[in-house]
């Protein structure tokens, strides 16, 4: 885009070198129009990534509280206080809400195959949170959840 916004800087250029008439006054508010156009597109566009990046506390309530949990409830399998006791005991330094988040995400998603396999206990889910954020390939906890709620769990809720 930052091409394209260059070429119309450079042809609103050359439409001034020449001499002034109606119709060039009304070429260069057309340019200059498309500009700022392209501009606030550029950075609503640059706003949308970095806001793609970022995992709240609402975000977290927000996704938490509608989880349809595996075991027939919904909403919240832990407290934040909960998860945060067992952060410490994994040696998980992420932001509580974050943490709470994936903890119940998992408990909500994979419940099923815990309780068959014998594994349903808070230390098993934090276990696989833990994976889920750490993974090397992701960029970091915050963004991978990010990305995760925003492109998976947003998306198919619309």
Not at 70 to 86: K, R
């Amino acid at each position: 885009m930052k091409h394209y916004i260059e070429e119309l800087k450079r042809q609103l250029h050359e439409i001034m070198e020449r001499p002034v008439t109606l119709g060039r006054a009304e070429e260069v508010t057309v340019y200059a129009d498309a500009i700022c156009a392209l501009h606030k597109l550029d950075d609503d566009h640059f706003r949308e990534s970095t806001k793609m990046m970022e995992f709240t506390r609402e975000d977290a309530e927000k996704w938490v509280s509608h989880m349809e949990n595996e075991d027939g409830t919904t909403g919240a399998h832990w407290t934040m206080g909960q998860t945060d006791a067992v952060a410490n005991v994994a040696g998980v330094h992420e932001k509580s809400c974050i943490w709470w988040a994936a903890m119940n995400m998992m408990y909500s998603d994979y419940y099923g195959v815990a309780a068959k396999y014998g594994l349903d206990r808070p230390e098993f889910y934090a276990d696989l949170a833990k994976a889920f954020l750490m993974d090397k390939d992701a960029g970091g906890a915050e963004e991978k959840m990010a990305g995760y709620y925003h492109g998976v769990v947003l998306r198919g809720h619309n």
